[in-house]
């Protein structure tokens, strides 16, 4: 977005939502009418399968096709997402990472078919194409979750979409730095900071290495590479904390890379406000969150976002309905367009309050980079688990002073008396439901498009594309050759995991400080563990798993902390299993209970298949406790299923959820 001269009313962000889920055809609709609606740009989410490279009928995809997204499983569904949308008009944002380079190729793909059918030139079309991925592979192995194959090859994809995209499709950011996840992994602000720019360092310093990008072209990289930030309720530190990061990345691209052209040094960042911040007690207070946390990256003109998306006042509770999209629509727009925010200068300019806690960040963030880049940059900082084990000891603090009430969260630890919400009297109606035919539906498909496409040609173009992957061919073109001949998102995917393999990053566990609630309420559950323990004649066992392709690991892992706190010989093997892997591994181990953590709406199908599977092992006796974000209702179906204990965001004091874990196991065990 261009930005105006002093003298003019500054122009309103691009306004966006979240959205997407169940068919590129449902999708489609829904954006279709939020452009009608006033919105500015597009923001695709992708379910799960597709964000982690999987086909509608993998074993892994079960239970999560279309649920925190829309498939998108080859041309035929980015064909269908986009009918009726152009695309040379269009501003997209696609959150998508690991398989980043193939959705960009079928967008391409897309886009370059439109072109021919409205008579436009090829080359003129990719010189419209506006948008974003958001392509941030280092902080998928720090908390989201969605990566695929390990950090070298990781950062090559990245290397080879930037290089292609600044000659291809100039307009288009090929990489949004994000340090949104990590503020939900705990993440304080100067480690936000830190190790989002120890990000882009990275990535710009392998697109510098990789001689792709001639030096007098490095500057149009700079310029193309934008951040994707969260906004949480410290809403005057969130703000400095832009102020912040603006600073950083300009001293930073022109100290490091050289780059003069101060409009390519410009800190360029979208927003979404915090998601998991939002409270499943007393859902309508996130109305009041969502408003001040947007004021966090509005107020101040110098660190405005040029993007914003905000969530809807019920994630908490499940997928927002189309009039819920509305309304976080409207926040926007009212700010926007009926207040006087966009007539004046920046409204801190000067302020020595503002300037005191700019610099502090600034000099905290810039030790915390040092101190990665001693290990030898973020890269290192992944493998090694530095990064991930900082993050989780930083939101076991967090959580300490929630559980203990120094940090106030109004409905849930304080002010929690409260009137029936005439918001929630639907009940599970106030809720998107996704069609349980959806998964079904895209089975079908899938098969469908196998059988109709020239095998003869897919199986060519995924040879080409698995040879230029054993050279340092850039693989972009042939990517956008295999979107053209029909190959689909798992066929992708699986021939570069034959090249590259696959990671499982460090859980950040074992590495974390962690001591929640006074410590007199440990020690006394500590007790309960060794006693019970005591009676059944070894010590007690947890195993923490996360089924499914559910890559928020957050939960699991603070249940895990807190397990080992009270006593428990914890099993935690990360994310991504199939509930025949979290069987197998309980009934090896030996386990005294089995805690499940599913985030993306799929608990009615992947919970009750590990139940089912400890029955058919014997082991029956094992209680299962599961958490997330689970409806009412679909908590006594899971009751009723077999399943001991549903937990979720309200049950946020850990050691008395360990404590009732404790009597779960007594009780199974007829102690």
């Known amino acids: 977005m261009p930005y105006p001269t002093d003298r003019e009313r500054d122009r309103p962000w691009v306004i966006r939502t979240y959205a997407g889920h169940s068919s590129a055809e449902k999708s489609n609709a829904l954006y279709r009418r939020n452009l009608a609606k006033g919105q500015t740009g597009l923001s695709i989410a992708f379910d799960l399968p597709t964000q982690t490279g999987y086909d509608p009928d993998d074993e892994l995809a079960k239970g999560e096709v279309g649920k925190v997204g829309v498939p998108v499983s080859h041309i035929g569904d980015m064909r269908t997402l986009f009918e009726g949308i152009p695309m040379a008009e269009a501003n997209t944002s696609m959150t998508i990472n690991a398989p980043a380079m193939w959705l960009l190729a079928l967008y391409t793909a897309v886009a370059e078919e439109q072109a021919e059918a409205a008579g436009i030139d090829i080359e003129e079309m990719r010189s419209k194409l506006a948008g974003t991925t958001q392509n941030d592979i280092v902080k998928e192995y720090l908390s989201r979750g969605t990566y695929v194959f390990p950090p070298a090859p990781s950062l090559r994809l990245i290397t080879d979409m930037v290089a292609w995209s600044v000659t291809e499709i100039p307009k288009w950011n090929p990489i949004n730095i994000c340090s949104y996840h990590l503020q939900e992994a705990g993440a304080t602000p100067e480690q936000e900071l830190a190790y989002a720019l120890s990000t882009a360092i990275a990535v710009l310093d392998s697109v510098r290495d990789s001689g792709q990008v001639p030096p007098e072209k490095f500057g149009d990289v700079v310029g193309r590479i934008s951040f994707f930030v969260n906004a949480g309720l410290r809403f005057v530190e969130e703000m400095c904390k832009l102020r912040a990061l603006g600073r950083m990345w300009d001293r930073i691209t022109l100290e490091r890379y050289g780059v003069e052209n101060p409009k390519q040094r410009r800190l360029r960042y979208g927003v979404q406000v915090n998601s998991l911040g939002l409270t499943e007690a007393q859902p309508e207070n996130n109305v009041q969150r969502i408003v001040l946390e947007m004021l966090a990256v509005t107020l101040s003109k110098d660190a405005r976002a040029r993007a914003i998306q905000l969530p809807a006042w019920n994630e908490a509770l499940g997928l927002p309905r189309p009039w819920d999209q ?6 926007q727009q009212v700010l926007a367009y009926e207040t006087d925010l966009l007539e004046y200068e920046d409204l801190f300019e000067g302020s020595k309050v503002v300037e005191a806690k700019v610099a502090e960040l600034v000099e905290g963030a810039q030790a915390e980079i040092d101190r990665v880049q001693e290990m030898g940059g973020a890269v290192a900082a992944v493998e090694n688990g530095y990064m991930k084990g900082e993050l989780v000891s930083s939101l076991a603090e967090r959580r300490r002073r929630m559980e203990t009430g120094e940090a106030i969260v109004v409905g849930v630890n304080k002010f929690d008396t409260t009137e029936p919400s005439p918001l929630q009297a639907e009940g599970a109606a106030s809720i998107e439901t996704v069609d349980p035919e959806t998964e079904a539906a895209a089975i079908a498909a899938i098969k469908e498009w196998r059988s109709s496409r020239d ?9 080409a594309l698995r040879d230029a992957a054993k050279t340092d061919e850039n693989l972009m073109q042939v990517s956008v050759d295999c979107a053209k001949a029909g190959v689909t998102t798992g066929e992708w995917a699986g021939a570069l995991r034959e090249v590259f393999g696959e990671f499982r990053a460090p859980t950040g566990v074992s590495a974390a400080v962690a001591s929640g609630e006074a410590a007199a309420e440990i020690a006394t559950v500590r007790e309960r563990v060794r006693a019970t323990g005591d009676e059944l004649g070894t010590r007690l066992r947890m195993l923490v798993g996360k089924p499914g392709l559910d890559g928020h690991s957050n939960g699991a892992e603070q249940v895990a902390v807190r397990a080992r706190d009270v006593g428990f010989e914890v099993v935690y093997q990360g994310i991504r299993l199939t509930p025949a892997q979290i069987v197998s ?21 992947v919970v009750p298949a590990v139940v089912d599977g400890l029955r058919a092992a014997g082991a029956e006796d094992v209680p299962v406790v599961v958490g997330g974000i689970i409806p009412a209702d679909d ?15 309200k049950d946020y004091r850990l050691t008395e959820m360990m404590d ?6 007594r009780e199974a065990n007829g102690l």
């Open 326 to 331: 509305q309304w976080a629509l409207r926040m």
């Open 585 to 605: 591994a309980a009934v090896q181990e030996g386990v005294h209970v089995v805690g499940l953590s599913v985030l993306s709406g799929s608990h009615l199908e």
């Open 635 to 649: 908590a006594a179906t899971l009751k009723a299923k077999g399943i001991a204990a549903v937990f979720t965001p």
């Open 660 to 665: 009732a874990i404790v009597t779960l196991v």
């Open 455 to 463: 095998n003869a040609a897919v199986e060519a173009a995924l040879n």
